[in-house]
């Protein structure tokens, strides 16, 4: 088993209340026991209403905590039912997600994610940029081309991309129990790893996590590829058995 740092990043998507705080405590817990043993990074992306509130109540840190969007306007505005960058970064979010597919589905086209990026690497959060082509593009031969394109009209050549996590989440993978094949999957992060080094400022290794489907049964698998940097896990991270079952089983 290796020893590089992996990330385990659960998104919790819409889901949560202040009740769903000891999911929160059982994988802090979990995380204080497993990090002596492996280098290791467990960060939860939960809803804006969650953050504040699961910031306070969590009195001995062991993991992180994120939230999944904001508005692409610095600061405050006129923006009826926003959130921006600035306010999450208050409210105590470290770490981000922006550029997922679902809200990609809503009409966030790459120019608008790079404002995002751009807002939040300003308020000094951790990005997790998502990419990932659809089930169509997949078929027509385009998951490069479109990898390509999301990274540099979402990415300026003088952003800061060490601040980023980038995380391949194919569209077709996403809540449908399918995985992309495993040497399809190591070409394609080799290939994100590529592409940043040879157009932005990269300090040290790019980190590039893979998202869609991961659950306790196929987190072997995946184990496989020393080159994936960590995990994006959706349904699987709004419980903490599932969870932490996903992590148990990677270093078995
Ligand atoms: P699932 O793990 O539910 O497929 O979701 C993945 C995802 O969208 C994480 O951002």
Redesign the pocket.
């Known amino acids: 088993m290796t020893n590089k740092l992996k990330y385990f990043i659960g ?1 919790w ?1 819409m889901f949560g209340d202040f009740s769903s705080f000891k999911i929160v405590h059982k994988i802090n817990q979990f995380s204080h026991k497993l990090k002596n043993k492996h280098k290791i990074k467990i960060i939860l992306c939960v809803p804006n209403t969650l953050i504040y509130f699961f910031r306070k109540k969590l009195k001995t840190k062991y993991i992180s905590l994120g939230v999944q969007n904001c508005h692409s306007q610095q600061d405050y505005g006129p923006f009826t039912g926003a959130i921006s960058s600035l306010m999450l970064k208050k409210a105590g979010a470290e770490y981000i ?1 922006l550029g ?3 809200n990609r589905a809503e009409g966030e086209s790459n120019q608008l994610i790079k404002k995002k990026i751009l807002s939040s690497l300003k308020q000094k959060l951790n990005i997790i940029f ?1 990419i990932g082509e659809t089930f169509n593009e997949k078929k027509a031969g385009k998951t490069f081309s479109i990898l390509k394109k999301q990274i540099r009209n979402s990415l300026a050549k003088n952003f800061n991309v060490n601040k980023i996590l980038f ?1 391949y ?1 194919p569209v077709w ?4 129990n399918k995985i992309p094949k495993i040497e399809e999957l190591e070409k394609i992060i080799k290939f994100i790893k590529n592409e940043i080094k040879k157009n932005y400022k990269v300090k040290k290794d790019v980190k590039v996590l893979y ?5 306790s049964n196929n987190i072997r698998l995946f184990s496989f590829i020393p080159q994936i940097d960590g995990f ?6 709004q419980s903490s058995k599932k969870f932490i079952d996903i992590m148990k089983n990677y270093y078995k």
């Open positions: 998104n998507k997600i997922h597919s679902e998502c995380a989440e993978s996403i809540g449908t998202g869609g489907s991961v659950n994006l896990i959706g349904g699987a991270s």
